[in-house]
């Protein structure tokens, strides 16, 4: 494996490509390893002396995103099955998957794949080649799930392919290549979000939070004012409270700083917003509903198939 690449080409990486790779092995190692059992069942496994050791899973997928020109940006990613048996990829569930993000980022592009591990391996070249008739030139992003404290950069590697001459015969390899986070507005939010939040339901005294915080502050307080001045002004016209000038000029030139609110473009665009925040909503509720219904026939099931171990017999709802 050569130490750098020589094609010239500028990576930039988004988190959010990281956050799927993290994501996806973490989902893998813990079905991998199931919570712990009873305590019998914990005892007559410690006798075993360490049996339930595993060696930490490798996960794959396909990485997506734009080049323009020498620039090649990652902007998302997708998982893909693989078959450790053959080292090979489904190639249907691929064309699936990229034709199903074609439909939804028609400017994406499949730029290579990612895997996790220490380091690049043989086997990852018969992978590399599979996806040249995708890509002629694929990039390769690998994760490091191992935690090392002393380390302080990412540990991500973006590996291209070279052809080189070793022992008279060409051969493709591996070479590291160097690269750049990118990121838009929403996803400094987002990962600046997930990064403070606290365990166990914790809060989360993130950035987001605090601007919002802020906002919810900032408009109790201009509401409360506006109560006042309202109340002022329907005293001032039943008679109840005096009439003074100086103070209706004041509240007409506030109300006057205001002319956009009453625009019909002001109106569309709140308009707009409002919707997609009740759409949003909607989804959530939605799906934590469909969370719910999952969680309660689970319980069902596991209930069912005990009692009918034990030989009873119940109507299945």
């Known amino acids: 494996m050569a130490s750098s690449s020589s094609s010239?080409?500028?990576?930039?990486?988004?988190?959010?490509?990281?956050?799927?790779?993290?994501?996806?092995?973490?989902?893998?190692k813990s079905q991998m390893n199931p919570p712990p059992p009873t305590s019998a069942t914990s005892n007559s496994n410690n006798s075993n002396g360490g049996e339930n050791n595993q060696s930490p899973p490798r996960?794959?997928?396909?990485?997506i995103g734009v080049q323009r020109g020498r620039t090649v940006e990652i902007f998302n990613s997708f998982e893909l099955l693989y078959d450790p048996s053959t080292h090979s990829l489904d190639r249907s569930f691929l064309e699936k998957k990229q034709e199903l993000y074609k439909k939804v980022f028609p400017n994406f592009y499949v730029l290579g794949w990612?895997?996790?591990?220490?380091?690049?391996?043989?086997s990852d070249m018969h992978i590399h080649k599979a996806l040249m008739d995708v890509n002629e030139s694929p990039v390769y992003v690998l994760l490091n799930p191992a935690i090392n404290h002393a380390q302080k950069d990412l540990p991500v590697t973006i590996y291209e392919s070279e052809l080189h001459v070793i022992d008279g015969i060409p051969q493709l390899i591996f070479v590291r290549s160097s690269y750049t986070i990118e990121t838009v507005e929403a996803e400094r939010i987002s990962v600046d979000h997930v990064a403070h939040?606290?365990?166990?339901?914790g809060s989360a005294a993130t950035q987001l939070a605090a601007q919002l915080t802020g906002i919810h502050s900032a408009i109790k307080m201009l509401n409360s004012r506006i109560r006042v001045l309202h109340q002022y002004l329907v005293g001032m016209q039943k008679g109840d409270l005096p009439c003074e000038n100086a103070l209706l000029r004041q509240v007409s030139s506030l109300l006057r700083r205001l002319p956009a609110t009453e625009s019909e473009k002001f109106q569309d665009d709140f308009l707009t917003e409002y919707n997609d925040t009740l759409l949003v909503t909607y989804l959530a509720t939605f799906t934590n509903c469909s969370s719910t219904m999952n969680d309660l026939v689970d319980k069902f099931n596991t209930a069912y198939d005990r009692h009918?171990?034990?030989?009873?017999?119940t109507a299945f709802i």
């Open 308 to 313: 009918s171990r034990r030989g009873g017999r």
């Open 114 to 122: 990612y895997s996790t591990g220490n380091d690049a391996e043989e």
């Open 59 to 63: 996960v794959y997928g396909c990485v």
């Open 197 to 201: 939040l606290k365990p166990s339901g």
């Open 8 to 28: 010239g080409l500028t990576f930039k990486l988004h988190p959010l490509v990281i956050v799927n790779i993290s994501d996806h092995y973490t989902r893998v």
